[in-house]
Nanobody, 117 residues
Framework: QGQLVESGGGLVQPGGSLRLSCAAS????????MGWYRQAPGKQRELVAS???????NYAVSVKGRFTISRDNVQNTVNLQMNSLKPEDTAVYYC???????????WGQGTQVTVSS
């Protein structure tokens, strides 16, 4: 069983920035694609950004141009730089593999992001 530890969330005003970090155990990080997901209250978890081992990125339309995902294949970390934050970005953010069927035990604790004035 691998381990994921997310950090960096907090309360920020609209238009502000946050940088999320995720430390993943090697057996998780060795897979090709890692991603950041988010789950807002009453909504399903959604994938907002992904990155391959080679650095190819993909973004949900709602965050494109505002969020930047990056990864360090030596440190086994994946980061999410979030700029121009909006109230609708409020959610718990998680990192995990992309392209796998994931059960509840496959997720870390997540990190809360709240965008509010």
């Amino acid at each position: 069983q691998g381990q994921l530890v997310e950090s960096g969330g907090g309360l920020v005003q609209p238009g502000g920035s946050l940088r999320l970090s995720c430390a993943a155990s090697g057996n998780i990080f060795s897979v090709s694609v890692m991603g950041w997901y988010r789950q807002a209250p009453g909504k399903q978890r959604e994938l907002v950004a992904s990155i391959t081992r080679g650095g190819v990125t993909n973004y949900a339309v709602s965050v494109k141009g505002r969020f930047t995902i990056s990864r360090d294949n030596v440190q086994n970390t994946v980061n999410l730089q979030m700029n121009s934050l909006k109230p609708e970005d409020t959610a718990v953010y998680y990192c995990n593999r992309v392209g796998f069927v994931l059960s509840s035990k496959d997720w870390g604790q997540g990190t809360q992001v709240t965008v509010s004035s």
